[in-house]
C-alpha cells in the first residue's frame, strides 16, 4: 500500500436547500455534511461509519461527484474535481466507481446482465480486443459468476448475486477508486462475509482503492486500514483500524463500539455497554459547539459553546472532542446503562 494520497478532501460541506412558497425562498438548509477532511491512500481502504442521516453517504456521492459539493475541494489522483462539468466528469467515471446500497434497485429490470454490465463500456466508446460480451463475461467470471449468465435477468439472480453483479459494473473499466456504500447491509449474514471477502481479493489483485460507507462497525473492522466516524455532518475520529477498536478517543467512538454485538456470553457479560438517550438532533439546526454534547455524559460548558478541533492523539489518530476518552476509562452511566448528558432537553431522557 502507498503512503501517497490517491484522494484528498479538505472541508468538505453539502447543505441541501429548504424552499417554501410560490416563489420557492430558501427558509433554511439541510445540513448533511459539515467542513469534513480526510484523505485516502493507493491500495487503502477508508471506512466512514455512524448512525443513519450523519452524513456518509452523502459524503460518498460527492467523493464521485454524484452531488455537487456546497464548499470545500476533492483532489483526484492530484487533480482537483470538485466543480467538473458533466462533460469533464465523463473521463473520470472511468477512474471512480461506486457500488449501491440496493442490489435491487441499483439494477434495471429491464436490462439483461450483459446490458448492465456491458453499459461503461458503450457510455465511454471503448473497444476490447476480443468485444464487449467477452470482456463483460470476463468480469463475471472475476467476481464468482458464471459467464453463461450473460442473458439472464437481474430478477433471476439472488441479492448476492445481484450485489456481484453491481460490483462487475463498477470494476468494468478498471477503475482506481471504488466508493461502496453499505455493500453487504442488504444482504443476509451469511452471504455477507462472501461478498467481503471478494472485495478484499479484487483489491489485492487489481490494486484498488476503496472508501467503504457503513454502519456496522463489526463490518468494517475486518476489511478496512483506517476508521472514520462521522456524527450528524461532522467527521468526530478518524485512525487506523486497531487504534480507533481498541482506544477509541471520541464518547461517541466508544458509545458506537459498545453496541457491536458479541458471541461469546463471558465476554459480553464483563463489557460496559453505553446507551444513548434520545435522538439525533435536527440537521436543520445543529446543536451550537460539539454537535454530540447533547447526548454525551462528559459535556460541559465549554463543548455547549466552542466546536472542537480535530487533535492527534498518537501518530494517524485525531478526534474532535474537548473531553476524550482515556484508556480504560469506564463511562459515567446510570444503573440502566444510559449515558445521559447534563444539556440533553428534558424530554428526551426516557423516565
Known amino acids: 500500500m502507498s503512503t501517497e494520497p490517491l484522494l484528498t478532501v479538505t472541508g468538505l460541506t453539502k447543505h441541501f436547500p429548504i424552499r417554501k412558497g ?10 448533511a455534511v459539515d467542513d469534513v477532511t480526510f484523505d485516502v491512500a493507493k491500495g487503502e481502504t477508508l ?19 454524484l452531488l455537487e459539493p456546497t464548499a470545500g475541494t476533492i483532489l483526484f489522483d492530484g487533480r482537483d474535481i470538485t466543480h467538473l462539468s458533466t462533460g469533464q466528469l465523463r473521463p473520470l467515471r472511468r477512474d471512480v466507481q461506486m457500488i449501491f446500497q440496493d442490489p435491487y434497485n441499483s439494477l434495471n429490470p429491464r436490462h439483461t446482465v450483459g446490458t448492465i454490465v456491458g453499459a461503461p463500456y458503450r457510455i465511454q466508446g471503448i473497444k476490447t480486443e476480443h468485444g464487449i460480451k467477452r470482456a463483460v ?7 464468482g459468476l ?19 453483479i453491481g460490483i462487475a459494473r463498477s470494476l468494468a473499466l478498471k477503475p482506481k477508486l471504488i466508493v461502496a456504500d453499505e455493500p453487504v447491509s442488504a444482504l443476509d449474514v451469511s452471504i455477507q462475509a462472501q461478498v467481503i471477502n471478494l472485495l478484499e481479493d479484487l483489491q489485492s489483485e487489481l490494486g484498488l482503492t476503496y472508501v467503504v460507507i457503513a454502519h456496522d462497525l463489526s463490518v468494517v ?37 459498545s453496541a457491536v454485538p458479541i458471541p461469546d456470553t463471558a465476554r459480553r457479560q464483563n463489557r460496559e455497554r453505553i446507551r444513548l438517550v434520545g435522538d439525533v438532533p435536527s440537521p436543520i439546526d445543529p446543536p451550537a459547539g460539539c454537535r454530540f454534547h447533547t447526548r454525551c455524559w462528559k ?16 501518530p494517524g489518530h485525531r478526534a474532535a472532542c474537548h473531553h476524550p476518552e482515556v ?25
Open 327 to 351: 484508556p480504560g476509562e469506564q463511562a459515567e452511566v446510570a444503573p440502566d446503562g444510559t449515558a445521559i448528558s447534563p444539556f440533553a432537553s428534558p424530554d428526551l431522557i426516557e423516565p
Open 299 to 314: 459535556a460541559t460548558e465549554v463543548c455547549k459553546s466552542e466546536v472542537p478541533k480535530l487533535v492527534e492523539f498518537a
Open 22 to 31: 410560490l416563489l420557492q425562498r430558501q427558509v433554511g438548509a439541510v445540513q
Open 146 to 164: 458464471n459467464p453463461e449468465h450473460y442473458n439472464r435477468y437481474p430478477h433471476e439472480f439472488s441479492g448476492g448475486q445481484r450485489q456481484r
Open 47 to 65: 471506512a466512514i461509519v455512524g448512525e443513519s442521516g450523519c452524513g456518509k453517504t452523502t459524503t460518498g456521492r460527492m467523493i464521485t461527484r
Open 221 to 257: 473492522r475486518h476489511m478496512s486500514d483506517r476508521v472514520g466516524v462521522m456524527y450528524l455532518g461532522n467527521l468526530v475520529e478518524i485512525g487506523d483500524r486497531m487504534s480507533v477498536y481498541t482506544t477509541p478517543r471520541h464518547p461517541y467512538t466508544k458509545a458506537l463500539l
Open 137 to 143: 463475461q470476463d468480469t463475471l467470471e472475476l467476481v
